[in-house]
């Protein structure tokens, strides 16, 4: 899978992707991060790549531009195994079912925005879809890009050590809950204890044990989930 970002900080990816599986899943070439500054698309001297809004109103817009021939120079002909994602305050959300979605594609691209946005006509026209991260405004869309190269990397083939480990995750559509609480040594942190089940190694009264307690952390923090 290949990662694309365009965007007007290049720098900023230096950080997200340097640490963890998706660094490791770089090294091992089992995923491409490329890195694209919007400004090498512009033609003036200041490259400038936003301009003020029609009708009026608050701060600038990302010029659409600079934006088409950038994606149209990184894919000269888009095939349907590549996607262009807009990040967006106001795209639908993105959850667990959407990384397992993405993942099927050879390439994606996401656009980040800035300012107080992008010129709509990149939704229209250039994006496959738009995606928000959360019910917040962020100041850009580079946090939203690394949040969601991140979900969708961790579950490519041979990213994570143990495939399997992805199974039970929240929000897995196996589970479509919670994952369930878990503990490490030791057993006894100033009084407070691990759960007794989880010591004595019956391994289906630990299950049960595991889909309780699931099911009643997802009621109590995320209970939309089970409607
Ligand atoms: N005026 C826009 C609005 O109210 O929807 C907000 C623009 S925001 C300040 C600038 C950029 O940050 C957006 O173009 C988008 O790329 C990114 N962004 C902000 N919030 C986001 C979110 N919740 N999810 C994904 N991207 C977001």
Redesign the pocket.
């Known amino acids: 899978m290949t990662f694309h970002i365009v965007t007007i900080f290049p720098e900023f990816f230096a950080g997200p992707f340097a640490h963890g599986v998706v660094a490791k899943a770089a090294e091992a070439d089992l995923i491409r991060i490329a890195v694209h500054n919007l400004r090498d698309w512009t033609h003036d001297r200041h490259k400038t790549v936003d301009d003020r809004p029609f009708g009026g109103g608050e701060g600038m817009l990302l010029k659409p531009a600079p934006l088409f021939d950038a994606v149209e120079s990184i894919w000269p002909a888009r095939t349907p195994r590549q996607r262009v994602i807009l990040?967006?305050?106001?795209?639908p959300l993105f959850r667990q079912t959407d990384a397992v979605r993405l993942g099927q594609y050879d390439e994606l691209l996401f656009i980040?925005?800035?300012?107080?946005?992008?010129d709509e006509r990149v939704a229209e026209h250039l994006a496959d879809e738009e995606?928000?991260?959360?019910d917040?405004?962020?100041?850009?869309?580079e946090l939203?890009a690394a949040v969601v190269i991140d979900a969708v990397a961790r579950l490519m083939p041979g990213v994570l050590g143990n495939a399997d480990s992805t199974l039970r995750e929240s929000f897995t559509a196996e589970a479509e809950m919670l994952d369930c609480p878990q503990y490490t040594r030791p057993a006894d942190f100033r009084g407070w204890k691990v759960p007794e089940v989880l010591l004595g190694g019956n391994h289906a009264e630990i299950e049960r044990w595991r889909q309780a307690t699931a099911r009643a952390k997802t009621l109590r923090n995320r209970p939309d989930l089970l409607r």
Request: aromatic share 8%.
């Open positions: 990040l967006s305050a106001q795209g980040c925005g800035r300012y107080e946005g992008v995606l928000s991260i959360g917040y405004v962020l100041s850009g869309g939203a």
